[in-house]
């Protein structure tokens, strides 16, 4: 799975290059939280969208 490939994904990310990779659920990935900026686990993440 690309999506575990944390090399691959910063790389797209520093050269602004939009992208969906697929990960999986336990894969902590860094969000704005309440607290500020922490790694959260992907499906916690997916809980909160609408």
Do not use: C, F
Request: cysteine-free; aromatic content about 8%.
């Amino acid at each position: 799975m690309y999506g575990s490939d944390r090399r691959l994904r910063r790389w797209l990310e520093e050269q602004d290059i939009p992208h969906m990779l697929a990960v999986k659920s336990n894969e902590r990935l860094w969000a704005w939280t309440e607290e500020g900026p922490r790694q959260v686990r992907v499906d916690r993440l997916a809980s909160r969208v609408e």
